[in-house]
């Protein structure tokens, strides 16, 4: 059967990169042909709400859809970085080319997993896109997995007045996953049903097998998060940490100014500076996971609702519930030194993650049948 996945491939962005892998690598060990689909990115709803109104007021409904291209060409013309070209040289592992491939002929497509429903936050990259969710697809079937909606909340869709548009979306799908309870409430508000919730495809893909290895740093703790997040307290914390246990601060991915190194690695290269990290300290949902299938003593920094920072509260206080480590949550920065060397039970865990695999392996053989 030829699969169709469509998801967040093309956003540089490490937790994106090897959730598309994984779910590719699920599919396909049940024997399906797998591709990947890409979807227009639109603008966010926000900019959208206010160049609607200028451009109705202005110039009419009919010049709408050409200034909206020349404005996402504007944003995109741009140099593009290291971590980019990286990115970009790891393309060919996911079997996808610099080329898009737009709404093409499949028997099944699957949205997901990652954050496809968040569709009012304010990534330029993203935008709102109503093809993540099924919108004017050529698939026989339609299904989602472990899909989510990130920061978004049922009262931003209702602020916005797309409740309405999402539902018509949703109603159309075959069969809906989730990965969170915040997007499973949403889907049942909106639609009267109450979807499966699945593990990202990380947590149950057994992708810590296809590590690849790199030649070893000298002994580091692992700072994991987007550029320069981490509060100024925060920073001197950890910076005690690893003076106290005489080891270097080694950032990935983002650029924090406090730490002794960092570095900007191939996607495919990512999960082996968590293995070899002695400690890993991290704000993203996907370096608790990273952290989690490499069996390794980390901290999680949870940004708040209210938080200055963009928040991922929902999406990380659930994973931490569902694997059962809430305890990884920094709660207050003296906590940080008992939080790193508490022991962590990763035999407990394993077995969470090999139930949650099953589950995925079910779902999936059943919908793809």
Do not use: W
Not at 40 to 56: A, C, D, F, M, S
Not at 98 to 124: A, H, K, T, W
Not at 128 to 153: D, H, Q, W
Not at 337 to 346: G, R, T
């Amino acid at each position: 059967m030829k699969v169709g996945i469509l998801s967040m491939q093309r956003i540089v962005n490490y937790g994106s990169f090897m959730q598309a892998y994984a779910l590719k690598k699920i599919i396909e060990d049940l024997g399906h042909e797998v591709i990947f689909v890409d979807f227009h990115v639109g603008l966010t709803i926000e900019k959208k709400k206010n160049l609607k109104r200028q451009l109705r007021h202005c110039i009419g409904e009919s010049y709408i859809g050409a200034v909206y291209h020349k404005y996402q060409k504007k944003n995109c013309d741009r140099e593009m970085s290291e971590l980019e070209r990286k990115y970009i040289e790891c393309l060919p592992i996911l079997g996808i080319s610099e080329e898009r491939n737009y709404r093409e002929n499949v028997d099944v497509l699957v949205i997901g997993s990652d954050e496809v429903f968040n569709c009012v936050q304010m990534n330029p990259a993203v935008g709102y896109s109503p093809e993540l969710f099924g919108y004017k697809n050529r698939a026989k079937r339609v299904i989602t997995y472990a899909a989510s909606f990130g920061s978004t909340k049922l009262d931003d869709l209702y602020r916005y007045q797309i409740d309405k548009e999402i539902s018509k979306y949703l109603r159309k799908i075959h069969r809906i996953s989730v990965r969170d309870e915040n997007s499973r409430k949403i889907v049942s508000k909106l639609c009267g049903i109450t979807p499966e919730i699945h593990f990202d495809p990380v947590l149950v893909g057994n992708v810590e097998n296809d590590v690849v290895e790199k030649e070893e740093l000298d002994k580091y703790i692992a700072v994991y998060g987007y550029i320069n997040r981490f509060s100024e307290e925060e920073s001197k914390a950890i910076q005690n940490f690893a003076r106290d246990k005489k080891l270097k601060l080694v950032s990935l991915y983002g650029y924090q100014s406090f730490c002794d190194q960092n570095i900007a690695c191939r996607p495919d290269e990512i999960l082996a500076y968590f293995k070899n990290a002695e400690y890993v300290i991290t704000d993203t949902f996907h370096g608790a996971i990273f952290s989690i299938i490499n069996k390794k003593q980390f901290a999680v920094f949870v940004r708040l609702n209210d938080s200055p920072v963009a928040s991922n509260q929902e999406k990380l206080q659930d994973l931490l519930i569902r694997i059962q480590l809430q305890s990884q949550k920094v709660t207050c920065l003296e906590s940080l030194p008992d939080i790193l060397q508490q022991s962590i039970d990763y035999t407990k865990v394993d077995v969470i993650r090999s139930q949650q695999r099953q589950r995925t392996i079910e779902y999936l053989k059943e919908q793809l049948k």
